[in-house]
């Protein structure tokens, strides 16, 4: 089985506690939940991870749960998980991906309608709706049984839960709806909620907040936002519309004076809500949305708060960035008044992996705008220096002395770049490939003409573990080799990432002082957040640049820095932060 096939298997043990009893089982609930996110996230085969025996490198996965995984590599079954889904038609688990549709609602359906074949229920709830046999369902309803047609309708045209954005792509559509619901007078306060505001590689449905003291205005100011294409469900503090593109974007109004509440409880995560919710018992109060209850005497007295610093400094803690909220001892930090000072987009002083223009006849593409373009951009950002790091020259179609020509030429136009430049320092980097042996694809001599190399793996990714970890060390052995460039190879929802032994790479790039790159492209977001972390406690050093090919593109230095964040990195940790003179040391010694 893939890590996305035990994900998903352990989702559904997840569902089936939920539909027993959730709140029995709240508890086993999260745990499968947060088991199911770290092995999906995890950054090698799980199978691999189990039979090399270094399974207490899975954070987020309890002995118990571990013990079952093991068995179903071993058997190819476990019976605690048949228990739990014994009663629970195998149907239900292919409609917790329609939006709209959860565990309790999806057993219901199927239990009512005695619909069991998971392989045709799509099709056969179709066939109910449209019969109007969903309708006289207990709590459902004509209107439900519209709604329910739709989503599975939009279903098939490939609309659902599981196809999760890339956080920029995300991160627009919100910036679109947050700026149209700013416009109404009544919105006092408007903070997007969940693993959005949380600035995590990958969201589903967007949710928003908003504090107001006209609810109904501001409601009915969002059904009717320019981009949509349904209203899904309208409420009195709540609705939720689906937009271009067959997003759902959900939104919460509430009164300010208890705004702070709403905005910490569903900013999340699960697992830092529990952990806050047990720590707030043992002090004798109960966290909600909508405040924090005390017992005075006989009576409890509920506090209400404005904002979520006032929150957390009730219950006696500094506030928690929303980055930070995942149950990895950010609580206990906050408790002690300890949190690290994490690193911020002002921080950052130069973009180091930058494609111009220049007409290098690279092995991949080109980039679009020239380099005065691009350092016009920089000055715009404030930033002190920005390296060019086109792609090697081709070395196929090019011979080792036309390469030398072209690296020679391109070395003297970035030569008087620097004397004609003011304000802005300057540095010829080079993107390199590794190629499959893991020699550079660049010889030294051809290294002579840059001041260092970015390297980086574009091609056989299907390479076995062992071996591409021997192909990166190799290439990144090289003395002009000083940044390991997008790590795992990633794509987020079109590639994998190739298979690395990640103590062996972060080992090496800390006893050979290279960097590893965060790579803030829209859909790399590469190394992530959970690596960054692995990394930065071993005491690596990072870069964040933005692989950028045309100047705007340089804008998402951001997202790069949000990874960072929620790896937990200050500024000591990424290289990039430096003044020039003490980079420029660092990237040369």
Known sequence: MTNQEVARLLRNVA????????????????AYQKAADAIYNLPHELKDVLRERTQEKIPGVGPSILSHLEELFAKGRVKHFEEIMKGIPPSVFPLLKVTTLGPKKAYKLTSHLKLNNPDTIVDDLIIAAQKNKIAGIPTFGEKSQADILRALEEYKLGKIKANRMPLPYAFELARKTEEYLRKSKFAEQVFPLGSLRRMMATVGDIDFAVATKQPKEIINHFINYPGTERVIEKGEASS??????????????????????????????????????????????????????????????????????????????????????????????????????????????????????????????????????????????????????????????????????????????????????????????????????????????????VEAAIVSVHSVFSTPRQKMTK??????????????????????????????????????????????????????????????????????????????????????????????????????????????????????G
């Open 15 to 30: 569902a089936a506690y939920s539909i027993k009893d959730e709140k029995k089982h709240i508890f086993q609930i999260i």
């Open 240 to 449: 939720s519309i689906l937009v271009s593109g067959g997003r759902q974007v959900d939104l919460m109004v509430q009164d300010p004076d208890s705004f702070g509440s709403l905005l910490q409880h569903f900013t999340g995560s699960k697992y830092h809500n529990v952990a806050l919710r047990e720590f707030a018992l043992k002090k004798g109060m109960s966290l909600s949305e909508y405040g924090v209850k005390v017992r005075i005497g006989k009576k409890q007295e509920l506090k209400k708060f404005k904002t979520e610093k006032d929150f957390y400094q009730f219950l006696g803690l500094d506030w928690i960035i929303p980055e930070m909220r995942e149950n990895k001892g950010e609580i206990e930090l906050a408790i002690k008044h300890n949190l690290p000072k994490i690193v911020e987009l002002k921080d950052i002083r130069g973009d180091l992996h930058i494609h111009s223009s220049y007409p290098i006849e690279p092995s991949h593409d080109l980039g679009k705008d020239t380099m005065q373009q691009m350092l016009g951009k920089s000055r715009s950002l404030g930033y002190d220096y920005i390296a060019f790091s086109e792609h090697n020259p081709g070395i196929t179609n090019h011979s080792k002395n036309q390469i030398y020509s072209i690296l020679a030429k391109r070395s003297e136009y970035i030569e008087q770049l620097k004397e004609s430049n003011k304000g802005i320092r300057i540095i010829n980097l080079l993107e390199v490939d590794i190629l499959p042996s893991g020699e550079l694809a660049m010889d030294d001599k051809s290294l002579d003409y």
């Open 471 to 588: 192909r990166v060390l190799r290439g990144l052995s090289n003395p002009k080799a000083k940044i390991l460039a997008h790590p795992s190879g990633r794509l987020i929802n079109q590639r994998e990432e190739y298979e690395l032994d990640w103590d062996e790479i972060f080992d090496f790039a800390l006893k050979h002082n290279k960097a590893i790159e965060i790579n803030a492209w829209p859909t790399r977001l590469d190394l992530t957040d959970t690596l960054v972390d692995q990394a930065r406690k071993m005491g690596v050093k990072f870069v964040i640049d933005t692989d950028s090919h045309a100047s705007y593109q340089m804008d998402n230095m951001f997202y790069g820095v949000s990874v960072a964040r929620r790896g937990w990195c200050t500024k000591k940790d990424i290289l990039n932060t430096l003044p020039y003179e003490q980079f420029y040391k660092w990237l040369t």
